[in-house]
T-cell receptor, first 114, second 111 residues
Framework: AQSVTQLGSHVSVSEGALVLLRCNYS??????LFWYVQYPNQGLQLLLK??????LVKGINGFEAEFKKSETSFHLTKPSAHMSDAAEYFC????????????FGTGTRLQVTL | KAGVTQTPRYLIKTRGQQVTLSCSPI?????VSWYQQTPGQGLQFLFE???????NKGNFPGRFSGRQFSNSRSEMNVSTLELGDSALYLC??????????FGPGTRLTVT
């Protein structure tokens, strides 16, 4: 069975600073990995995904993530935080080719301060 | 293209009642998955339907059930509601294979 661990339930950064949200996965088979963002009172929006191929994945809103098999990690980064990035971020994993059964991490709430 | 829609958006029910939630997927998407989100348990997979058949199932009691219609629209039903069923219920649709696109959710409050 696969699982995901997100280190840090709350992360606070200053506007313009680097954003780093950590995600480690456990999977017995090659994983498919995703990052989703959730704004208050809304559903989840896909930021980016890793399935196969290039290990550095670029997503929407300037976010990117790097799949590191040796470290079983898939950390999310953004060079410069904006106030609009304040939200909750979820890392998710699936080992099915259809990506239809996601296992989510517990989420990291990102706060952006002036 | 219209996104995933869920109705109703908010619902208040009493313990012991049953409830039905509806989800309309993105046009052309045949896979529909349901998730429960609570502060204590986080996001948990309920089940997935594809071509009117349940293809995957999470670890929820039999009070939670679902179905999918020939137009890919899906419903989930919770019978004999308990206080712990209060949650945000999210529906997601996808091509097969493909990433999931989520709806805004239905917030269910059980009193």
């Amino acid at each position: 069975a696969q699982s995901v661990t997100q280190l840090g339930s709350h992360v606070s950064v200053s506007e313009g600073a680097l954003v780093l949200l950590r995600c480690n996965y456990s999977s017995s088979v090659p994983p498919y990995l995703f990052w989703y963002v959730q704004y208050p009172n809304q559903g989840l929006q896909l930021l980016l995904k890793y399935t196969t191929g290039a290990t550095l994945v670029k997503g929407i809103n300037g976010f990117e993530a790097e799949f590191k098999k040796s470290e079983t990690s898939f950390h999310l980064t953004k060079p410069s935080a904006h106030m609009s990035d304040a939200a909750e971020y979820f890392c998710a994993v699936t080992d099915t080719g259809t990506a239809s059964k996601l296992t989510f991490g517990t989420g990291t709430r990102l706060q952006v301060t002036l | 293209k219209a996104g995933v829609t869920q109705t109703p958006r908010y619902l208040i029910k009493t313990r012991g009642q049953q409830v039905t939630l509806s989800c309309s997927p993105i046009s052309g998407h045949r896979s529909v998955s349901w998730y429960q989100q609570t502060p204590g348990q986080g996001l948990q997979f309920l089940f997935e339907y594809f071509s009117e058949t349940q293809r995957n199932k999470g670890n929820f009691p039999g009070r939670f059930s679902g179905r999918q219609f020939s137009n890919s629209r899906s419903e989930m039903n919770v019978s004999t509601l308990e206080l712990g069923d209060s949650a945000l219920y999210l529906c997601a649709s996808s091509l097969d294979p493909g990433e999931q696109y989520f709806g805004p959710g239905t917030r269910l409050t059980v009193t």
